[in-house]
């Protein structure tokens, strides 16, 4: 693929600070680089048109968007919500978790870590969900039943200020690069994460595990991979961003795995910068959609002794990356 300079680049990107005044709803950034609440909507009526056109550009401006403290949604709310961002994922969310759901509502993830579990959490590390398949998800839609009363927060990085902070050598060179994407998670299992942490509670080496209700090693039979460009262009902003990731990229499309891990750990590293990145607090009856084609995303696990539950919907990409 060509890369545009830097310049160029910025210059062509969404604006947040666009005339906002005929906008239905209020928007208010968490940081500098990524991420924004948004006041003046209730997800527990329909949303119309012209308001989710709003929620939607912001959206694609802030790649996070976070609506704290709505009334209590229903499944049912949620699932509404949820499918105006696209098609509704009925997959099992990634090999070799065995992740439960809402009872009647197989789309809906219930993604919950007891109070007790000193286990290490599913999303604990830098990722973008499930891009081993072909069309990974565009969109998780995420509502927050129970927090924990301190710690669990999730950080968010931007993985266009990713690629176009890197130098014009690295830009071009990595254009022209694929990777292998694999749900044998080579870097991004056990290893990769750590266990349960609070004020009081030290991890111990056999906390480092998959909780057993969660993890199940008889899938690990059923490895999908694909491969994706290395530097991919969103189809709606048309901004390059750097799309590799710790949890799923095995390796550059003809190279081993040891040839590709020194740069692949660079990549990892510099897309995780701390300046590309939003922390946030959750607090119950919380939603968040964050853009998973551009986004990188890692839930905190800092709360043992606290329950935390949450119910996810995720979207599928209309076509694979490119």
Not at 16 to 25: L, V
Not at 111 to 125: A, H, L, Q, T, W
Not at 269 to 287: L, Q
Not at 292 to 307: E, K, M, Q
Request: hydrophobic share 35%.
């Amino acid at each position: 693929m060509a890369i545009q300079p830097v310049d160029n680049i910025v210059a062509g990107r969404h604006n947040p600070s666009g005339d906002a005044k005929s906008s239905k709803i209020e928007i208010r950034p968490v940081a500098g680089a990524i991420g924004a609440e948004i006041f003046g909507v209730d997800l527990s009526k329909p949303v119309g048109d012209s308001m989710f056109a709003d929620i939607y550009k912001a959206f694609l401006d802030y790649l996070v968007v976070f609506f704290p403290q709505q009334p209590v949604l229903t499944p049912d709310m949620h699932m509404a919500f949820a499918s105006r961002f696209g098609d509704v994922d009925m997959e099992p969310f990634v090999y070799p978790f065995k992740t439960p759901t809402v009872a009647g509502y197989p789309q809906i993830l219930l993604n919950v870590k007891e109070s007790g579990d000193r286990s290490i959490n599913v999303g604990g590390f830098w990722h973008a969900d499930v891009t081993y398949r072909e069309r990974p998800h565009k969109a998780a839609i995420m509502y927050t039943k129970e927090t924990p009363a301190v710690g669990g927060d999730t950080l968010f990085s931007n993985q266009y200020l990713a690629f176009e902070t890197l130098s014009v050598s690295m830009r071009q060179m990595l254009g022209g690069l694929k990777a292998v994407h694999s749900s044998e998670m080579p870097y991004g299992g056990e290893a990769a994460r750590f266990a349960s942490v609070a004020l009081n509670q030290a991890p111990r080496p056999e906390d480092r595990a998959f909780s057993a209700s969660l993890y199940d090693r008889s899938e690990q039979s059923k490895i999908l991979t694909t491969e994706h460009p290395v530097v991919r262009t969103h189809p709606e902003t048309f901004r390059p961003c750097l799309y590799v990731n710790r949890g799923f990229t095995d390796r550059f499309v003809g190279m081993t795995r040891e040839e590709s891990y020194p740069l692949l750990e660079y990549l990892w590293n510099h897309a995780t910068r701390t300046e590309f990145t939003c922390r946030y607090k959750w607090s119950n009856n919380d939603v968040v959609v964050w853009d998973n084609r551009s986004a990188l995303h890692y839930a905190l696990n800092d709360y043992y002794g606290h329950r935390r539950e949450m119910h996810r919907i995720s979207v599928h990409e209309p076509s694979r990356p490119i």
